[in-house]
T-cell receptor
Framework: DAGVIQSPRHEVTEMGQEVTLRCKPI?????LFWYRQTMMRGLELLIY????????DSGMPEDRFSAKMPNASFSTLKIQPSEPRDSAVYFC?????????????FGPGTRLLVL | AQSVTQLDSQVPVFEEAPVELRCNYS??????LFWYVQYPNQGLQLLLK??????LVKGINGFEAEFNKSQTSFHLRKPSVHISDTAEYFC?????????????FGSGTRLQVQP
């Protein structure tokens, strides 16, 4: 299995531009998670989906952030407009199963720098 | 709500020495406990997890952790470290029976193994 795939791996953009991060979960997994990692706040959950439906978006910072999962094999996280404080590593993870004990498998992350 | 405290931000250790990385948690409900490892420029990988039963859990790469309910701790140990163990280690919890699947992470401990 190829694991969780994220693209791009690195993104440099200017303040005010739209940024779209992409994720392909492990085939067959029914949960998908977006996390953000920063020096100041550590690893924090932004949103997660179950069977393509958003379940908990309480971690999404503000209206500038949106996430979609149009099908079981693809999700996007969009920031519009981007700001320097959005600079972070964004991870996508997926898992299979109905319990909180199920292992989450993480992608390699997208390192975003907003100038 | 849950919170996780990793008491040491950095732990330097010599190769072949034992190491313990400390983790304490706080939660109003029962939780599952996890340790993840992040190698440089990579995503997180599960080391081990505690779900129930024996309080001593063995994971990959020779790591083990012990759950102590009275002290709400889940410390990670390895009897003899290698240079290749240099990485950042994250303790995380996930609540039982709430239906919420999110992981709450600690701030991480950077293990630096020196020759």
């Amino acid at each position: 299995d190829a694991g969780v795939i994220q693209s791009p791996r690195h993104e440099v953009t200017e303040m005010g531009q739209e940024v779209t991060l992409r994720c392909k979960p492990i085939s067959g997994h029914d949960y998908l998670f977006w996390y953000r990692q920063t020096m100041m706040r550590g690893l924090e959950l932004l949103i997660y989906f179950n069977n393509n439906v958003p379940i908990d978006d309480s971690g999404m910072p503000e209206d500038r952030f949106s996430a979609k999962m149009p099908n079981a094999s693809f999700s996007t996280l969009k920031i519009q407009p981007s700001e320097p404080r959005d600079s972070a590593v964004y991870f996508c993870a997926s898992s299979l199963g109905t319990g909180a004990q199920e292992t989450q498998y993480f992608g390699p992350g997208t390192r975003l720098l907003v100038l | 709500a849950q919170s996780v405290t990793q008491l040491d931000s950095q732990v330097p250790v010599f190769e072949e020495a034992p190491v313990e990385l400390r983790c304490n948690y706080s939660s109003s409900v029962s939780v599952y406990l996890f340790w993840y490892v992040q190698y440089p420029n990579q995503g997180l990988q599960l080391l081990l997890k505690y779900l129930s039963g024996s309080t001593l859990v063995k994971g990959i790469n020779g790591f083990e952790a012990e759950f102590n309910k009275s002290q709400t701790s889940f410390h990670l140990r390895k009897p003899s470290v290698h240079i290749s163990d240099t990485a950042e280690y994250f303790c995380a919890v996930s609540p039982l029976h709430t239906g919420r699947r999110a992981l709450t992470f600690g701030s991480g401990t950077r293990l630096q193994v020196q020759p």
